[in-house]
């Protein structure tokens, strides 16, 4: 059986209190600071760096990491990334404007999502055997993309702030 929950979701029960408390902090901050503008300024300063990552993200800003942790690029291959696979659609598109015609795309990680994004002329199928001149498809869960067939060129790197969510390779 698969695991309930995995990564990150086995500590969620941990964000609401984690919250309230911030916010009881922000309360004691803001009610030791009297003016106004000093304030705006402090808001300002907590906001920015989050608006700011997720501008550079977009459209996969429930990936940011703060830079405590080294940013989006700190955390590349150290935690999860593209949880969702959000990648597959941005990584089909690219793909599809050379595919061959008939041309395969085999899938590491539920096929089912790129293939709904794939047009007719590209067979998407689920990873089980691969043979030359087909194409994989990888994401950085568990850092799929730098540990199955390393050696073959990425294609198509798809990512943000110097991350890579998912990559396409060329079986060689």
């Given at each position: 059986r698969p695991p309930m929950y995995d990564g990150f979701r086995h500590f969620l029960f941990i964000l609401p209190p984690v919250f309230i408390l911030t916010g009881f902090a922000f309360e004691l901050i803001f009610m030791s600071v009297h003016e106004n503008w000093s304030r705006a300024i402090i808001?300002?300063?907590?906001?920015?760096?989050?608006?700011?990552?997720?501008?550079?993200?977009?459209p996969y800003e429930y990936a940011y990491h703060n830079a405590i942790v080294g940013g989006t690029s700190?955390?590349?291959?150290?935690?999860?990334?593209?949880?969702?696979?959000?990648?597959?659609?941005?990584?089909?598109?690219k793909f599809s404007e050379f595919?061959?015609?008939n041309g395969t795309l085999i899938v590491h990680r539920e096929a089912s999502i790129a293939a709904y994004f794939a047009p007719d002329h590209i067979?998407?199928?689920?990873?089980?055997?691969?043979?030359?001149?087909?194409?994989?498809?990888?994401?950085?869960?568990?850092?799929?993309?730098?540990?199955?067939?390393?050696?073959?060129?990425?294609?198509?790197?798809?990512g943000r702030d110097g991350a890579t969510f998912c990559v396409i390779k060329e079986i060689q």
């Open positions: 808001l300002l300063a907590i906001v920015i760096s989050g608006i700011y990552g997720g501008i550079k993200l977009h700190g955390v590349d291959g150290e935690f999860e990334t593209d949880y969702w696979l959000t990648c597959y659609k941005e990584a089909v598109e595919a061959p015609q067979n998407v199928i689920p990873y089980r055997s691969l043979k030359t001149g087909d194409y994989l498809l990888l994401s950085a869960r568990l850092n799929e993309k730098s540990n199955v067939k390393r050696h073959s060129p990425n294609i198509i790197t798809v």
